[in-house]
């Protein structure tokens, strides 16, 4: 009688267990590590309803880019400002030498490396164009013109979030402190 009792606890143990064993196959690739402070929360960017003023000369603030290129890259210091959605915007111009002019309002996300584009200067240059508007996009570090590498890495981000306020981030580019200039 003790023996079938417990034959009996050991089937029902093992049928128990047996429920309880490992998931079964999927075909989900979870070979990716992803340390748990990077995994990102569901984010949900701020919404944006109004643009800021079309940029003034007075405002605007030069950033080097690359020696290469005979662009200008200017950013107009009353536009920027940094989300509570991590998103930094602000509008950028950008002068050749025989005087032709592109202005973009953007933004950039400094905890995966992408910008976006909000509106352009419309063609009378006389407001906003938000016909233009394109998702996030990854930053080309490659190209000769790539001024949003240079935000990023030179004053807007340091290990995936903003370098400070907007007043601190301006206070950076008219002092021509860059992230490499603050290390030595």
Request: overall charge negative.
């Amino acid at each position: 009688m003790k023996a079938i009792a417990l034959f009996a606890a050991s089937a029902a143990a093992l049928a128990v267990l047996a429920g309880c064993g490992s998931p079964k196959p999927t075909n989900k690739d979870d070979s990716a590590f992803v340390y748990l402070m990077d995994r990102q929360p569901n984010w949900v960017e701020n919404t944006v309803d109004t643009l800021p003023p079309l940029p003034q000369d007075a405002n605007l603030l030069e950033i080097t880019v690359s020696e290469n290129t005979p662009l200008s890259f200017f950013v107009d210091k009353n536009s920027l400002t940094v989300g509570s959605d991590g998103v930094i915007r602000y509008t950028i111009v950008v002068k050749s030498p025989a005087g032709a002019r592109n202005v973009n309002y953007e933004g950039i996300r400094c905890d995966n490396y992408n910008w976006r584009l909000y509106a352009s200067i419309n063609e009378d240059q006389t407001g906003w164009d938000r016909a233009v508007e394109n998702d996030f996009r990854r930053i080309e570090n490659g190209e000769l013109n790539s001024y949003h590498a240079a935000l990023y890495q030179d004053y807007f981000c340091a290990n995936k979030l903003p370098t400070g306020s907007a007043k601190q981030i301006v206070q950076n580019i008219q002092m021509k402190r860059t992230a490499v200039s603050n290390y030595h």
